[in-house]
């Protein structure tokens, strides 16, 4: 049995684990703002059609990446060699924050998770090459920019893992009646990745101004599903100056609005029940305020996205605010999940009896 | 199943599912040969004739689009970009419309072999020059970089080999060649966003792109009956049924109308 404030009960090592631990926390949070950036630069590489303005990869221009000359950053070049140097550099920080979690946490499933974060920044790099390899296919850019969010996902999963509010929250609270708060919090963070995946393959299929407007649909509520209304939409596009589109490109720019309404549906029954039944619980208040705040912003950038004609700085803005949507959707389930006991305190769930999972270092922290 | 058939179970897939990608990604040069097999056509001059024509437009056109070039220190300072710059998307003067690709799509009888003489898309002042242009199936294209800056070179074909090249010396030449026919190649600079060019790829020579007073001229038709089309890259394509006699000169005109 471990005091409040041991170090042990988090599974951490004795020796300078507190101290330890807050550098850990604070590596992964910087790891975390840093990917933030890099999902931002890569928002500004699509949306400035930059993806394959440096032709080769991984070298640039036939130069190694970090000594291509800073003159020759023009145009295209500066957001798609800038994206390729900071995720360099997310590499490094992931592989150091890997190296971190061994060295100083003994929990099994935060080591793991800071391994899948290795892996799955170098899955990154490679669909990045892939993806400017072979023309900036829709499906591999689209798994390059949902990737993105997993990976975030994971490194942010860390940060709040090596947190010393993990340790400060842990109450045995039993789940209080009324709709499960934890099972609503992980539909919405399930609902808001399917709403990132929907707005990944919109994007990379140039659909995302298949419908200018807002909130009308070319005027119509009616949404432009039929051959004649496709025609007719294609005529106010050309003559809007846009691309016209094919009835895939409408369908799926229909999905990312349909998303936007599920999502939005989510965040507002999820954020009611933690504010009205966890309103005692300061973390989980937070938590929904700032899902709420996010989705005002989020649904403005969309909005504007639209209206301003996919402005470069405002679209990149509302991939990142998606990003930050759904981590901190992530961070209020996993807090959930883990302040929260489903039914009964007690109650042993069937995962409960693997070892080193986090509930059995939460019940074995509470004993 | 237990997490470690899970972890090993996602330490195969990843990969399988990038390879996956790759390989549907693949498809490389997939043009069918129906040119390849046809037979080698000459143009007879005692019978050749022309097809003359204007394409005009109607309705008002689009104003032109300013474009900016801060994004590259060289091509602010280019001095024929001094002047306020415009997108070369929709060029009309006094009615006429220029940069559309006029060829005979239909009824030229067997292939014709490509000519000897190469065509050059030139980067000129952060620019394509000419913004349309034909070649035929095996004729050699050369792209230039007369800039003093680093272009990508990146034609989005379908048929063709899809190819994004760079040239980043002024001077530079690069030789393409085109294997399949394909109407059209859209080219662009992803450096420069607004770079853009379009290539028509015709197994024969007759087709022109309409000059500034939107007139073209296809010199050496065989006789015939044939389907001519009238390209353009944002008001789509129109067409017309010509019948061409021996020797004689047939006048064909379109008119783009305003959407």
């Given at each position: 049995?471990?005091?409040?404030?041991?170090?042990?009960?988090?599974?951490?090592?004795?020796?300078?684990?507190?101290?330890?631990?807050?550098?850990?926390?604070?590596?992964?949070?910087?790891?975390?703002?840093?990917i933030f950036a890099l999902i931002f630069l890569g928002g500004m590489v699509k949306s400035t059609n930059s993806g394959l303005s440096v032709p080769d990869w991984p070298n640039t221009y036939g130069h190694f990446m970090f000594f291509f000359p800073w003159k020759d950053m023009v145009g295209g070049i500066f957001w798609e060699h800038s994206h390729r140097m900071v995720a360099s550099v997310a590499g490094l920080l992931t592989f150091a924050l890997t190296a971190f979690v061994y060295l100083v946490d003994d929990r099994r499933w935060v080591r793991r998770l800071s391994m899948w974060a290795s892996v799955a920044v170098l899955a990154q790099g490679v669909l990045g090459?892939?993806?400017?390899?072979?023309?900036?296919?829709?499906?591999?850019?689209?798994?390059h920019g949902t990737l993105a969010q997993l990976y975030?996902?994971?490194?942010?999963?860390?940060?709040?893992?090596?947190?010393?509010?993990?340790?400060?929250?842990?109450?045995?609270?039993?789940?209080?009646?009324?709709?499960?708060?934890?099972?609503?919090?992980?539909?919405?963070?399930?609902?808001?990745?399917?709403?990132?995946?929907?707005?990944?393959?919109?994007?990379?299929?140039?659909?995302?101004?298949?419908?200018?407007?807002?909130?009308?649909?070319?005027g119509s509520w009616v949404p432009p599903l039929s051959a004649a209304r496709l025609e007719s939409a294609n005529r106010e596009l050309i003559a809007m100056d846009l691309a016209p589109v094919t009835m895939w490109q409408m369908v799926a720019h229909l999905m990312h609005r349909l998303g936007a309404l599920a999502v939005t549906t989510m965040i507002l029954w999820t954020s009611t029940v933690a504010l009205r039944r966890y309103r005692d619980i300061p973390v989980l208040?937070?938590?929904?305020?700032?899902?709420?705040?996010?989705?005002?912003?989020?649904?403005?950038?969309?909005?504007?996205?639209?209206?301003?004609?996919?402005?470069?700085?405002?679209?990149?803005?509302?991939?990142?605010?998606?990003?930050?949507?759904?981590?901190?959707?992530l961070i209020l389930t996993v807090r959930v999940r883990y302040l929260v006991?489903?039914?009964?305190?007690?109650?042993?769930?069937?995962?409960?009896?693997?070892?080193?999972?986090?509930?059995?270092?939460?019940?074995?922290?509470?004993? | 199943m237990n997490s470690s058939r899970s972890l090993r179970l996602g330490?195969?897939?990843?990969?399988?599912?990038?390879?996956?990608?790759?390989?549907?990604?693949?498809?490389?040069?997939?043009?069918?040969?129906?040119?390849?097999?046809?037979?080698?056509?000459?143009?007879?001059?005692?019978?050749?004739?022309?097809?003359?024509?204007?394409?005009?437009?109607?309705?008002?056109?689009?104003?032109?689009?300013?474009?900016?070039?801060?994004?590259?220190?060289?091509?602010?300072?280019?001095?024929?970009?001094?002047?306020?710059?415009?997108?070369?998307e929709v060029v009309v003067n006094n009615g006429r419309l220029a940069n559309v690709f006029v060829y005979l799509s239909d009824g030229v009888k067997g292939r014709y072999a490509p000519t000897a003489?190469?065509?050059?898309?030139?980067?000129?002042?952060?620019?394509?020059?000419?913004?349309?242009?034909?070649?035929?199936?095996?004729?050699?294209?050369?792209?230039?970089?007369?800039?003093?800056?680093?272009?990508?070179?990146?034609?989005?074909?379908?048929?063709?080999?899809?190819?994004?090249?760079?040239?980043?010396?002024?001077?530079?030449?690069t030789d393409q060649v085109f294997t399949h026919t394909e109407v059209m190649i859209p080219v662009a600079c992803d450096v420069h966003g607004w770079m853009r060019s379009f290539i028509g790829v015709l197994s024969h020579p007759f087709f022109a792109v309409t000059a500034t007073d939107g007139s073209f001229v296809l010199k050496g038709v065989p006789p015939g009956t044939y389907t001519l089309t009238a390209w353009h890259e944002k008001y789509g394509t129109l067409q017309q049924k010509i019948e061409v006699k021996e020797r004689e000169s047939t006048a064909v005109d379109f008119a783009f109308k305003a959407p």
């Open positions: 049995m471990h005091s409040e404030s041991s170090p042990e009960r988090f599974g951490m090592r004795p020796i300078r684990a507190y101290a330890t631990r807050r550098r850990l926390h604070r590596f992964a949070i910087f790891t975390s703002l840093w090459g892939l993806t400017v390899l072979l023309y900036l296919p829709t499906w591999v850019s689209s798994s975030l996902c994971m490194v942010v999963t860390i940060a709040v893992a090596t947190s010393e509010r993990w340790k400060d929250d842990i109450e045995p609270i039993t789940e209080r009646p009324g709709r499960s708060l934890r099972r609503l919090a992980l539909a919405t963070t399930i609902t808001i990745f399917c709403q990132l995946v929907i707005g990944a393959v919109m994007r990379h299929s140039e659909a995302g101004l298949a419908v200018p407007d807002f909130p009308t649909m070319f208040r937070r938590n929904a305020l700032m899902l709420l705040a996010l989705l005002v912003v989020q649904l403005t950038l969309g909005i504007l996205t639209i209206l301003t004609q996919k402005q470069p700085e405002i679209t990149s803005l509302h991939v990142v605010t998606g990003a930050a949507t759904l981590v901190t959707s006991a489903s039914g009964a305190a007690g109650a042993p769930a069937r995962r409960d009896a693997r070892a080193g999972s986090p509930r059995k270092e939460m019940e074995e922290a509470m004993t | 330490a195969w897939l990843l990969p399988a599912l990038l390879l996956a990608f790759a390989l549907a990604s693949c498809g490389g040069d997939s043009g069918d040969d129906a040119d390849a097999k046809k037979p080698l056509a000459t143009i007879d001059p005692a019978t050749a004739a022309t097809i003359t024509g204007t394409v005009t437009f109607q309705g008002t056109p689009p104003a032109p689009k300013s474009v900016r070039m801060e994004a590259d220190p060289h091509c602010n300072a280019t001095p024929e970009n001094e002047t306020p710059e415009v997108t070369q003489d190469s065509v050059v898309l030139d980067q000129r002042g952060c620019r394509y020059h000419p913004h349309v242009l034909g070649v035929m199936v095996g004729q050699r294209m050369v792209v230039r970089n007369s800039d003093a800056t680093l272009h990508n070179i990146h034609a989005a074909a379908k048929i063709n080999k899809e190819f994004n090249i760079a040239q980043t010396q002024q001077g530079q030449l």
